[in-house]
């Protein structure tokens, strides 16, 4: 099976949460209630050696999902090209189960305020792909920090790269994003 991710190049990433924005507009979440991408921000050190980084993420639409398997109702699957989606008819919802969040290593699934409300996340703008467009967040971002695709083709495009300071790579769960860190300098 083909496996659609994401690319994010930490080093343009400039923290301006245009993402984000982009994200809720599309999807018509503008309440803040839930964001589906997120920008974390990672601060280091002391003035005036001061180290600041941002991360974007969503759902890594893992190759091995731990939130397909711990769903006891079959609501989250996977398509032919590895989005992971959610069938809210099917979900428990927040109030019956929470066990997708719980399994989530990354802590990604979301859940509204409102009583019932059914696990949200990240669908790596499925609707998009299907019209050959690339998701929502990626054609927003001003500094070209998100790219999307098969994670083959990514990793050909932009190379394998390890760790980086404020998310780890599970094995386990084989998360579809690469990330292009940022070096502390000196």
């Known amino acids: 099976m083909k496996q659609l991710g994401f690319y994010f190049d930490q080093t343009r990433c400039t923290g301006c949460y245009t993402c984000v924005i982009a994200c809720q507009d599309w999807h018509n979440e503008l309440t803040g209630d839930v964001c589906w991408r997120q920008v974390l921000t990672i601060e ?3 003035f005036p050696a001061v180290y600041v980084n941002f991360i974007s993420v969503s759902c ?3 190759a091995e999902p731990t939130c397909l ?3 006891p109702v079959g609501a989250i699957y996977k398509t032919e090209n590895g989005i992971v ?15 997708c969040l719980e399994a989530c ?7 509204g305020a409102g009583e019932g409300a059914k696990m949200q996340k990240c669908d790596l703008c499925y609707d998009r792909w299907e019209v050959h467009r690339k998701p929502i967040c990626v054609e927003s971002c001003p500094m070209y ?3 999307a695709g098969y994670i083959d ?8 790269f390890g760790e980086v300071e404020g998310f780890s790579y ?5 998360p579809s994003i690469i990330i292009k860190p940022k070096r502390k300098k000196g």
């Open 44 to 46: 280091k050190g002391k």
């Open 60 to 62: 890594h639409h893992c």
């Open 69 to 71: 398997d711990a769903c």
């Open 85 to 99: 989606l959610i069938d809210s008819a099917v979900c428990l919802g927040k109030d019956s189960c929470s066990m």
């Open 105 to 111: 290593p990354y802590d990604i699934p979301r859940f």
């Open 145 to 147: 920090a998100l790219d």
């Open 153 to 160: 083709e990514l990793r050909a495009k932009y190379g394998k």
């Open 170 to 174: 599970l094995a386990s769960n084989k």
